[in-house]
């Protein structure tokens, strides 16, 4: 018996079905649906050498599973919240009430707690009384300052440990407290110069005092990471002790894994004055829901397979159905306020998705301006990989001397993803009298001929190129691929292109770059002479690639199940079949952060949507000028946001001869609470703002993905949408599906159109899919080039 088979007999056994009882049949054979999918979604637990037991009688996720016998919660009874949850919102009678007083948000708060303990960190002890210290070291050192070694003792027999190092500035005290891990011993000691006593913990991978608690308090489910905050909140015990501590400024901060640590410790005890969480990702400032696989983040199913130990076993349940959580990261921050709390991190680290990060910023920002304390919250972004500087912990420490009232500066926050719909209806006060005057397309269920069909057409593109908006005018690039030596954009050194076998790699760039100055890595086939294999009309048949939500990573980053990786399969597994790929960074995302910045100032009346169309079609103007590659074969490829970028452009440009997408899109006229599939366009990303004037009756959308792929008939399209994808209403897709078959069928292609829905798989591109799709294109180009040959 497989170990599938074996959760789910001991599941079974466990909770049998008992008439009149809460646990009804049918909801334990939903429960163990959801346990066989789970199994199915998520990557196996990885072990390395600082992996520790996910409890104390368990070693691993299945072992805990085995022994608890626990199933998913029944998600059909759990609310949908797509988008993040609203933290000045409480639910009553299964209505939204906005929160009004502060003795409200204060009942939230503590739900909160609750909630993040139950699915997030597990539950800690309560304090443990009185902390014994026994000094280990007391040394003074050059400049005055003292150093001191200390052990505490604590809880159970006074058997939990706790070592600490205090660096204490000389000088007359009280000194505020820069606390930090044990492996950021280098930061306290740029705190101690500024004056702060550094306070270093036994709470990190290279020193952990915490590992023991678990075994000491076994009737806590406490994670590791909440047993490190504990144990900081232990030495918060201890320092409030001290004559030399200012009580009211003990700051703590932490990186990557210790960010995350220190936002907990932080939200679960308000001595700690302030928190700087770096660089702490999923789990720490970024939210669970914007950090699945379409957003080439650390995703759920990632961080806990290969730190199982981290958090509470039960969290990965959540995996591919994030919007279930009940809480997510925002609400954590939230607990913070109003004590002042910075987000510090890089725009481009491949580890974190920027845009999350600064969507969990505004949903905090929120609590502190309702406490009137709008400046206590502020973001630190920097350039560069994961690792820190001393440049950039000297910006932290400052934003601690501004709140603790050290040195008379004001924090200013760098934000780069500044888009607000009501701010963008607020510069267009005619655009609901506008969109009214604009006629709804629906696809006929039968069209007699394909000249009745084309009238509807022409009005779809219509109603495509208003929705998009005016674009201004252009003029095409005119020496793409001409420069010998062109330099790289310096951040691709942060996320490498892929390197990718069997193929020659074209920079196109800076100075004969595609479209508006849009550089692009161009991947040709090879033989092992260097030769380009070129098909028999000595060209190179060319796939466009459109990628996921990567605004941190761009292209280079893809996904597939066993773990969070790049392209360079991908890229492989079509090179292979013979196809040149072209990829860019699309608008806003990559190398291209700061060139979409401040787009809707600059065109008000265009959108980022019809900008990134912009640029496909300008890879297919390149194409045309590089004498090697086959205009008459290009393909366009897209993953999630991709994909629909990929099928508009497709419906607007004749030069495609076929696409495939994977994930690309969820019926906008279906929109609802649970699929917030238009204002995912208009309100949360700026994709095309037009579509939020119809926000509040979907129902009314000039068009939808329907239209816009019966637009792009007779062309081939291979459509993937994954049935397990939280991000579309599949019954929906399936539905709007039908008149778009027989679009096809009145051009006599009915074979031309394939949709498929890849069983138990979530939002991402797998090696699988890479078969599928390369087999799509390659069928293509053989089916035109036997039709060429026969005419």
Known sequence: ?????????????????????????????????????????????????????????????????????????????????????????????????????????????????????????????????????????????????????????????????????????????????????????????????????????????????????????????????????????????????RAEVSKQQIAITGHSRNGKQSLWAAAFDERIAAVISSSSSTGGDAPWRYGDPQYASETLDYVTAWNAHWFHPRLKFFSGREDKLPVDQNLLGALIAPRPLLYHYSLVEPGLNSWSNEQNYYSVKKVYDFLDVPDNIGVLTRMGAHAVAARDVEQTIDFLDIHFKRIPLKWTNNLYYTYDYEKWKESHPNSQEIAKQVSLVNLKDNYSTIEEFNQDKRKILTNLNWILGDEPASVRAANVGTWNNPRRDWIEKINPVPVVKGAKEIYLGPYSATGDHVPGVLYCPIDETGAFKTKSNGKLPVVVYSHQYAHSTGFVKGYDKTGSRGTKELFESLVKRGFAVLAIDMYGFGTRIWEAKNFYLRYPNWSKMGKMIRDVKGCIDAIEDLDYLDEDHVYLLGNTIGGSVSLMTAALDDRVAGIATVAAFSPWRSSNSQYESLRTYSHLHGFIPRLGTFASNPQNTPIDFAEIIAAVAPKPILILAPDLDRYTDIQALKKMMKPVHQVYNLYGKQDQLTVAYPAGEINRMTVEMYGEIGAFFAGLYESASKEYIAE
């Not at 708060?109 to 000094?135: C, D, F, M, T």
Request: net charge positive; hydrophobic share 35%.
């Open 1 to 241: 018996m497989n170990s599938k088979k074996k959760i789910i007999v001991r599941c079974l056994f466990l909770f049998p079905f008992i008439p009149g009882s809460a646990f009804s049949q049918h909801t334990l054979d939903r429960q163990n649906q959801y346990l066989n999918e789970i199994l199915k979604i998520n990557i196996e637990q990885r072990f390395r050498a600082n992996t520790r037991r996910v409890s104390v009688q368990d070693s691993t996720w299945e072992d805990w599973l085995n022994r608890t016998g626990e199933l998913p919660p029944d998600f059909s009874e759990m609310r949908s919240i797509p988008m993040l949850p609203e933290p000045l919102v409480q639910h009553k009678d299964g209505k939204e009430v906005p929160i009004a007083t502060e003795k409200e948000w204060e009942k939230k708060r503590e739900w909160i707690k609750s909630e993040y303990q139950n699915w997030i960190s597990g539950h800690a002890p309560p304090a443990p009384g009185k902390v014994l210290a026994e000094i280990l070291k007391d040394t003074t050192v050059d400049g005055g300052s003292r150093v001191q070694v200390i052990r505490l003792s604590f809880g159970p027999q006074r058997k939990a440990k706790m070592t600490i190092e205090l660096m204490i500035p000389n000088g007359e005290g009280p000194f505020p407290v820069f606390m930090t891990q044990w492996n950021h011993r280098d930061w306290a000691q740029l705190a101690v110069k500024r004056g702060y006593i550094g306070c270093v913990y036994a709470g990190a991978d290279s020193k952990d005092d915490t590992d023991s608690y678990m075994f000491l308090y076994p009737e806590y489910d406490f994670s590791a990471l909440m047993r490190r905050a504990w144990g900081a909140s232990r030495v918060v015990d201890y320092l409030m002790m």
